[in-house]
């Protein structure tokens, strides 16, 4: 028996992260950051709780899937800073480069991610076309 349907709205979505060294993801975001729910865990005394992760949701360009990508801290920063909010739409790359040192010291090491707004070519015509009221 085959049942057709016709989603009416996406609920969950596949997880895309990028957390080891040589880890890349191509995508395009689909609408604002957005922070987690909290996560629910047994604390140990004295122990905080984790803050709820900041999330996007995206196009994963390689394979055209609708999914939700952990936001690192890095991109964050890139978003807020450099496009004042304005990044919905717009298409990316990341490349994790493997943990580097942290500058401030500590022992904290981090992802040392490079990350590119990227022109995705086959939409190229498309922008095109749309610029010229096609």
Not at 63 to 87: C, F, H, I, N, R
Request: aromatic share 6%.
């Amino acid at each position: 028996m085959s049942i057709k349907f016709t989603r009416k709205k996406l609920l969950t979505r596949p997880t895309l992260s990028i957390k080891k060294e040589g880890d890349e993801i191509f995508f395009r975001i689909e609408r604002p950051m957005y922070e987690g729910k909290p996560m629910k865990e047994k604390l140990k005394e004295g122990e905080k709780p984790k803050e709820p992760a900041t999330l996007l949701d995206v196009i994963n360009l390689e394979t055209g899937e609708e999914m939700q990508l952990v936001v690192p801290a890095m991109l964050k920063s890139v978003l807020s800073e450099d496009y004042e909010g304005e990044y919905t739409g717009k298409c990316f790359h990341i490349l994790n480069r493997g943990k580097k040192d942290s500058k401030s010291g500590g022992g904290q090491r981090f992802n040392d991610l490079l990350i590119e707004e990227i022109e995705v070519e086959a939409d190229k015509p498309a922008a095109a076309a749309a610029k010229q009221g096609k």
